[in-house]
């Protein structure tokens, strides 16, 4: 498939939906919670599969949204015009070392016993 | 500021550059006197007349519908023939008026247009009628006109082009004043290679690298809305195959 600024203008749309949606559950879980949590029951959290799978979801549509508007942006600049080519290949690399870094992180977590 | 009557003194501050003699611009004052009426393309006027000869800058029509005297007042880009001293004077009564900004400047406020017609070239700005072109006249309801958002009534001033930071990031960008009539022309029912135009306008330098900042709506001295042309371009060109389908459905029922 290739990436057309249309196919990009959709990433990103679609991605921003979702992380509107995750931002929200994280600052809701994560933040603001509305009753008392504390360490423990956050790390006990961390631990398990439905929230790994939600924070590997939240790091798919950050890492989207953050790369894809990173590349529009900076293929803005007429100097880059060349190079967006080479920059979009970046950007692929630059997700899959960083998915694959965040995701081996969330799913390795344990909870300490 | 000095008051006499219904007139005063102004002091306008011009931005001076002369290639041949200049390393980089400079601002100049010329105090001038001015009416409730003087426009500052009047102001303008009285300075080249009365005391810089050299002072060059570009008008035509005076009348807001040639779009030749698009300058930068205040920060802000607008016509000048249309435009009241007294309006724009600040606390000092002064006024700042500088070329448009990040176009290559050729001399004072005259400043290169090339990139602004290249763009506007390149979407093809003109009606293509359909080949079997029916011997009545082509009809658009009401509903299609209203539709195109007065993009007819834009003048060609430059001033959206030259307030768009895209644009002056990147002259390659299409800018909001070609995207404006392309969406004209797309939406144009009579139009018949709306396919071509949706595939330019969706390209890498197209309706994608707009950033909504809504620079271009503020400049426009006609109130016209190049933002929503891009808009609703990106819309279309989500669903260019079927838009496209839709247009030929309808062009035969013109």
Redesign the interface.
Known sequence: MRI???R???IQRISAIALLVFMTTHMVVVHYPPMHIDFSQIIVRMGEPIWKVIDILFLLSVLTHALAGMY?VL????KI?PY?QALGWIAVVLFVVFFAYGTKTIIAFQPPV | MATNGTSKTAVIRIQKFNPDKDKKPYLKEYTVTVTPDTTILDALEEIKATQDGTLTFRRSCRHAICGSCAMNVNGHNTLVCNQRVNAHLDKKGMITVRPLPYLPIVKDMVVDRTSFWDQYQRIKPWLVPPEDVPETEFRMTPEEVKALNDAEKCIMCGACYSACT?TA?????IGPHALLKASLRIQDPRDSITDERLVEI???D?A??C?TIFNCIDACPKNLNPTQAIETL?KL??KRAAYVDARKERQKTL
């Open positions: 057309t600024p249309t990009i203008f959709q529009m293929t803005d600049l007429q015009g967006r | 895209v990031m990147n002259k390659s960008y969706s390209g890498a197209g994608y690298r950033h990106r060109a989500q």
